[in-house]
């Protein structure tokens, strides 16, 4: 291996036979296509900052060093600026070039940009017009990973690298355009070019053409050409310029430039490269995106923003198809989790293809991948791909992706496609079990699987809790008798059954619920699962609204008996049975009995809140006036006997309601009663209070009715006492006159006054 070489400079005695530019001296049999490339691409002009300046030191003067390419040749190049020449005319220069006819080959390991401050180059004329061509190179020490790890980790500059490497990556995959870069001398492009250059794949590195400096951009024929601030930037053409001497908002950098940054930092961009650079087939720059995804992956680079399907798909394509081995296990588990944040697998016919390869190359791919895809493929109508799974692998996936997917209320599909895989439904039986065993996880799972999963695990005919699971579920869905399960969950005395009310009845217990429970379940039970007190609160909630329904008034029953009651709390029994006597007289007609409901509702009142006690009043009021005549009376001295005002104004108020629209013959037997009440202040105040009120809007004829059924009623009620002195028809008209006369009440009762 031999590269020709060339000096350019101006001179009198070149070979072309001249005096000023030209080629002063040049290897035998260079070829003249890169002798043309080499010197069109080593020109040289000062740029505005120091033309006209002291040239006594010409070390001050940047130095252009470059690399050009056409095919597989290229010209590398070192131009430095060497001020006069031989007439003492200033703005000569001197070009030294290396002429590669296979540079990748000839470069060996190196890179074009590590010969920056190579021992190879020369800075002045030789003796002699012929060159030797050059058996080796020999790369500086100033470009090396070191030097630009260490350049970069100034402050502001891992940002810039971010921004050039997305350019040039956006010009190399358009395949138009060209980048400037704005940098505060030559060594510095130098740095940068060589941190550009590393940051690619070898072969990629090889396409990127360059020069450290030129007073004129638009004219230079490199990709990336750099030139300092007081140059003049190209304002037409297809240029980027990146101005790496400020700070400042940017375009979002590349997937591939982002990953790229965190290799720097981390020092590991020349291992992350090895597996392209071993390519028989390079990269091509539209696959640094999906490169990027796979090595973030191998290296384990933060994720960043979600991955887009497609270039996840092209990830593993690289990774199958060009790439095989490259992803270790945990590489490909990275590569699955960044799938699960895209949202899963969505194109299904290129995920089969590839899976499929993958998996015929014997991949490392997950089951929690495999898993998912194989979930989506089995929800589609296509018949795709399935990987043929182990037990242990199938098990990871029903744990991993069957059994979420249960919990989730569109997985019908899923569900009705499963029960044609036999496999699977025995690894989810498997996986059920296992997780069973806690007894902890029996709630967890019964409250979030959907009810479409309990049908699909009870068809897989699971047993012990993995059926007492499918039970749970359905009867929370209203499809199993609750009360039977719950006896099933008080089977298994791992379980905390005391839990279990809620589970089973999240929303509260039905009517028929409740009285099967309370018939049905032990006193501790009810009490211990919560669901006494749910049944207790929820009747007495019903009963504060109105009155109960038969259904409920049962419950009621039921709650009150010896086995329940003394679970109950004190106040809440209390209300209980101020409800059950409240049903109870609203009902039934008073009878022997009488007295000692009367008696019980009496000493309930001052425990009940005013509503509830308000209603008991009522209806014990309305009770009494329903009784016959016998017991009403005696009714009403035993309620006397222990004087209750809050009792006798509603007794009162309910009579005149009655009263004002009875028939003639209860009025006259209500009378009797009231005539025979031992209590004058009490009897005075229903006669002649009461009575009135009750009956003032009575026509005269009702009135004659009523005193015709005064004596008749008295012979019914066998009352000691019954009739007044005068007799009842004496009685009825002095009462009605005393009350027309003394109290005015003629037009009140309707009567007219008898001349």
């Known amino acids: 291996m031999s590269m020709h070489q060339l000096h350019y400079t101006s001179c009198e005695n070149g070979l072309e036979g001249i005096q000023g530019f030209q080629i002063s001296a040049l290897t035998p049999g260079a070829p003249k296509q890169l002798v043309d490339l080499a010197v069109r691409a080593s ?19 940047p130095v252009a060093f470059g690399y050009i390419r056409t095919g597989r040749s290229a010209a590398l190049f070192q131009t430095r600026y060497t001020g006069a020449d031989f ?56 470009t090396s990973p070191a030097e630009v790890r260490r350049f970069l980790s100034a402050p502001a500059r891992a940002e810039g690298l971010a921004r050039v490497i997305s350019v040039v990556q956006r010009v190399l995959a358009d395949g138009r355009g060209r980048v400037v870069l704005v940098v505060p001398d030559d060594r510095t492009a130098a740095l940068w070019l060589a941190a550009l250059c590393r940051s690619f794949p070898r072969a990629l590195g090889l396409t990127i053409s360059f020069v450290t400096y030129t007073s004129r951009p638009e004219d230079a024929g490199t990709l990336v050409s750099c030139t300092t601030p007081d140059v003049l930037l190209p304002n037409y053409g297809d240029f980027t310029v990146v101005d790496l001497t400020r700070t400042g908002a940017a375009e979002e950098p590349t997937r591939y ?4 940054v965190t290799l720097w930092t981390r020092g590991d961009v020349q291992a992350a490269m090895l597996p392209a650079d071993r390519l028989a087939s390079p990269l091509s720059a539209g696959d640094l995106e999906a490169f990027a995804v796979l090595i973030g992956c191998v290296a384990d680079l933060p994720a960043g923003p979600a991955v887009p399907e497609h270039l996840l798909l092209d990830a593993v394509a690289l990774a199958v198809e060009r790439m095989p081995g490259t992803l270790s296990p945990d590489g490909w588990h990275l590569l699955a989790e960044r799938v699960r944040a895209a949202g899963g697998p969505v194109d299904l016919r290129r995920w089969a293809e590839w899976l499929d390869a993958a998996d015929r190359r014997r991949e490392p791919i997950p ?37 979420p997917a ?53 068809k897989m005919g699971g047993r012990g809790r993995v059926a007492l699971l499918a039970d749970l579920v359905l009867a929370r869905a209203g499809q199993e008798d609750k009360v039977s399960v719950l006896d099933k969950v008080l089977d298994d005395h791992e379980l905390a059954w005391r839990q279990f009310g809620p589970v089973l009845w999240p929303a509260g217990l039905t009517t028929s619920e409740a009285e099967r429970a309370l018939r049905s379940l032990h006193a501790e ?14 009747t007495l909630d019903r009963a504060t609204g109105g009155e109960l329904e038969p259904e409920h008034a049962q419950l009621v029953g039921y709650l009150l008996g010896p086995e329940l009651v003394g679970s109950i709390r ?23 009995d009488a007295g000692s409901r009367v008696d019980k509702g009496l000493r309930l009142l001052p425990s009940l809140p005013r509503a509830l006690a308000e209603r008991l009043l009522g209806a014990l009021a309305e009770y009494v006036l329903r009784a016959d005549m016998r017991t009403h009376h005696d009714l009403l001295e035993a309620v006397l006997r222990e004087p209750s005002a809050q009792f006798l104004a509603t007794y009162g108020e309910k009579a005149r309601t009655r009263l004002a629209k009875a028939a003639p ?34 026509k005269p004829k009702h009135l004659d009715k009523i005193g015709d059924q005064l004596k008749p009623a008295a012979a019914r009620s066998r009352l000691d006492g019954a009739a007044p002195k005068a007799g009842w028809s004496r009685w009825w008209r002095d009462w009605r006159s005393a009350h027309e006369e003394n109290r005015g009440l003629l037009s009140l009762l309707g009567l007219r006054r008898q001349r």
């Open 525 to 538: 039970t009810l009490a211990g699962t919560g669901l006494l007190s749910r049944i207790v609160t929820d």
């Open 87 to 142: 007439t003492g005319r200033t703005g000569n220069y001197f070009a030294h070039a290396l002429l590669l006819d296979d540079a990748g080959r000839e470069l060996g390991r190196a890179l074009p940009i590590d010969m920056w401050r190579s021992s190879v180059w020369v800075h002045s004329r030789q003796n002699g017009t012929d060159l030797p061509a050059v058996d080796a190179l020999a790369p500086g020490g100033e």
């Open 665 to 698: 013959n209860y009025v006259a037997s209500v009378i009797v009663v009231w005539w025979n009440v031992s209590d004058q202040r009490v009897r005075r105040r229903l006669v002649n209070e009461t009575l009135v009120s009750a009956i003032a809007g009575r």
């Open 257 to 260: 430039a982002a990953m790229m």
């Open 367 to 403: 089951a929690d991948l495999l898993g998912t895809y194989y979930l989506a493929a089995l929800t589609t109508p296509e018949q795709l791909w399935l990987p043929r799974l182990a037990p242990a692998q199938l098990d990871q996936v029903a744990a991993e992706a069957v059994l």
């Open 43 to 61: 020109a040289y002009e000062v740029g505005p900052q120091l033309a006209g300046a002291d040239e006594s030191d010409l070390g001050a003067f």
């Open 570 to 592: 004190t106040e809440d029994a209390v209300l209980l049975e101020a409800i059950e006597l409240l049903g109870h007289l609203r009902q039934a007609t008073p009878k022997g």
């Open 406 to 458: 249960m919990t989730a209320p569109d997985s019908d599909g899923l569900l009705d496609r499963l029960a044609g895989h036999g496999e699977l439904r025995a690894a989810t039986l498997r996986v059920l079990s296992a997780r069973l065993a806690d007894p902890q996880q029996v709630i967890p799972l019964c409250t979030t699987l959907t009810t479409r999963a309990g049908k699909v695990i009870r």
